[in-house]
T-cell receptor
Framework: SAVISQKPSRDICQRGTSLTIQCQVD?????MFWYRQQPGQSLTLIAT?????????ESGFVIDKFPISRPNLTFSTLTVSNMSPEDSSIYLC?????????????FGPGTRLTVT | GQQVMQIPQYQHVQEGEDFTTYCNSS?????IQWYKQRPGGHPVFLIQ?????EVKKQKRLTFQFGEAKKNSSLHITATQTTDVGTYFC???????????FGKGTRLHILP
């Protein structure tokens, strides 16, 4: 497993602004993921941010709105750009251990974003 | 696309009663995973099942993977207040590096 931290833990932002969320892992890991979770709902994958390749975005999520950086094996950032109230959600990073679709995911504590 | 269906969506049980949540897929799964999310917390990995008909136990929790590898269940014996939370199953997505989560079953324990 891994110890994962996220910054900030929560924020309240004005619409039209951008917020960058940081995810730090205590060990090197190739697979890293960014999810969004509305309160009481399931997890929606935003993108896969494997080190050494461009992030792969899921349907409904685009790089201009959610740019991701993955500069090394222990760190990633997700930016929520030009925010609107619909972006209010919990954003979670996770890391994966394993191969071939059989991997375990470990999640950070999440960032609770409120856009006013 | 790939998806895993989870039932029930909510379950209220008296403390001490048993609880079961079910996960179903229309396609054969190479593996199934289970996660628990406490209220206000983040999902925590519980277990991964890989083999047809596999049964694994963790104290009061019993996990099963169907013979056809299209369904799975999580059974909790004699629930306790610490079992409160949402239980998610997750299966492989349409890429090797992708996992699809079910909608989860929220367990509420009545004292």
């Amino acid at each position: 497993s891994a110890v994962i931290s996220q910054k900030p833990s929560r924020d309240i932002c004005q619409r039209g602004t951008s917020l960058t969320i940081q995810c730090q892992v205590d060990s090197q890991v190739t697979m890293m993921f960014w999810y969004r979770q509305q309160p009481g709902q399931s997890l929606t994958l935003i993108a896969t941010a494997n080190q050494g390749s461009e992030a792969t975005y899921e349907s409904g999520f685009v790089i201009d709105k959610f740019p991701i950086s993955r500069p090394n094996l222990t760190f990633s950032t997700l930016t929520v750009s030009n925010m609107s109230p619909e972006d209010s959600s919990i954003y979670l990073c996770s890391v994966g251990y394993g191969t071939g679709g059989r991997y375990e995911q470990y999640f950070g504590p999440g960032t609770r974003l409120t856009v006013t | 696309g790939q998806q895993v269906m989870q039932i029930p969506q909510y379950q209220h049980v008296q403390e001490g009663e048993d609880f079961t949540t079910y996960c179903n897929s229309s396609t054969t799964l190479s593996n199934i995973q289970w996660y628990k999310q406490r209220p206000g917390g983040h999902p925590v990995f519980l277990i991964q099942l890989v083999k047809s008909g596999e049964v694994k136990k963790q104290k009061r929790l019993t996990f099963q993977f169907g013979e056809a590898k299209k369904n799975s269940s999580l059974h909790i014996t004699a629930t306790q207040t610490t079992d409160v939370g949402t239980y998610f199953c997750a299966g492989p997505g349409d890429r090797d590096d992708k996992i699809i989560f079910g909608k989860g079953t929220r367990l509420h324990i009545l004292p």
